[in-house]
Nanobody
């Protein structure tokens, strides 16, 4: 089970740190992705990090503003959201693949087998 936390209400230009924790299984050897969705819109990929933690990818609309990281010891993955904009308002979900010892992570939902319930981020003044 994946559990996201850290969402909330923030003013434009503000920051939040989202966390994804695994309960009952290890995130080691799994690629992790962050996705977001707003009502009536398609889910979109935000960022992902490979199983080693050395390689990350970002959607163009968050490059330079969001940072993904993972802590193998704590079995968590974080997403730092900076310079938030109203259009970043969405439910944010983390997802994990099965064991992936090689290859890079993907910014598409297909490879991800495990999903959290989401945490809401609202950017508003």
């Amino acid at each position: 089970q994946l559990v996201e936390s850290g969402g909330g209400l923030v003013q434009p230009g503000g920051s939040l740190t989202l966390s994804c924790a695994a309960s009952g299984f290890s995130l080691t050897s799994k690629h992790i992705g962050w996705f977001r969705q707003t009502p009536g819109k398609e889910r979109e990929a935000v960022s992902c990090i490979d199983s080693t933690g050395r390689n990350a990818r970002y959607a163009e609309f968050v490059k330079g503003r969001f940072t993904i990281d993972r802590d193998h010891a704590k079995n968590t993955v974080s997403l730092q959201l900076n310079s938030l904009k109203p259009e970043d308002t969405a439910a944010y979900y983390c997802a994990a693949t099965g064991p992936m010892l090689f290859g890079g992570c993907e910014l598409t939902a297909g490879p991800y087998d495990y999903w959290g319930q989401g945490t809401q981020v609202t950017v508003s003044s």
